[in-house]
Every structure is written in structure tokens, then in C-alpha cells.
């Protein structure tokens, strides 16, 4: 291996490193008391979510139907409800990896770029 390749691979792996220790620093010291609340009278809502939703899944409230293609009207309904109400996301009896993974994907793909959190 060359002296550039050597250089290269260690300036690599220094990064990575560095880069994976920031993440649990930042995780574990920045974010401390930030994270999920809990949920008062949880027995009454969990019992009305398993009576409402109709089959194990992902579900993002307020929802849209994703699988067709909203109207520019159903785009703009959902999006006044979405900007004026706490959002939700609702994993019902799916593998805790498979459902993780999808959140990124999912909250990416539904919030606008210009969103801002309150």
C-alpha cells in the first residue's frame, strides 16, 4: 500500500471514530431529559388505538393516504392539520428494527423541508 493509501486509511478511520464518538456524546449529554413523555390515562388511548387501527402496522397521525395520490385540496387539508396539531407515530405489533428504520423514512419523506418544530 502506498504512503497516500496508509495516510488515508488512518485519517479514515480517525474520522470515523471521532465521528461515532460525538454521536454518543451528544446523545448522552446534550439530549439528556429530551425524549419521549409519557402519556397520562395510557390504558384508556392504547385501548382505543388497538380498537381503531385495523392491522399491525406503521401509522403516522394526522395521516393522508399514501398509497394513491392525494389531490392538491387532500395535500393542503392534510398539511393545515398537520402544521396546528401534535403529530404521532404509531407502531402496532411490527419488529421494533424494521419499524426504527422505517421512522427516519417515513418523517423524511412527510415533512417539508422548511418545517420548523415548535
Known amino acids: 500500500m502506498s504512503r497516500f493509501g496508509v495516510r488515508w486509511l488512518i485519517a ?5 471514530v471521532t465521528v461515532f464518538v460525538w454521536g454518543g456524546l451528544s446523545h448522552l449529554v446534550l439530549l439528556e431529559g429530551v425524549g419521549f ?3 397520562a ?3 384508556r388511548i392504547v385501548s382505543a388505538l388497538r380498537a ?4 399491525d402496522g406503521l401509522y403516522f397521525l394526522p395521516s393522508i393516504d399514501l398509497k394513491g395520490t392525494p389531490t392538491p ?4 387539508a392534510w398539511e393545515a392539520r398537520f402544521r396546528f396539531t401534535n403529530a404521532f407515530l404509531v407502531a402496532q405489533a411490527v419488529d421494533l428494527i424494521v ?3 422505517l421512522t427516519g ?3 423524511a419523506r412527510l415533512l417539508p423541508s422548511h418545517q420548523t418544530w415548535r
Do not use: F, K, Y
Open 105 to 107: 423514512a417515513v418523517i
Open 12 to 16: 479514515t478511520l480517525a474520522g470515523a
Open 41 to 43: 390515562d395510557e390504558e
Open 73 to 76: 385540496a387532500e395535500t393542503a
Open 37 to 39: 413523555s409519557q402519556i
Open 99 to 101: 419499524g426504527w428504520a
Open 52 to 55: 381503531s387501527l385495523p392491522r
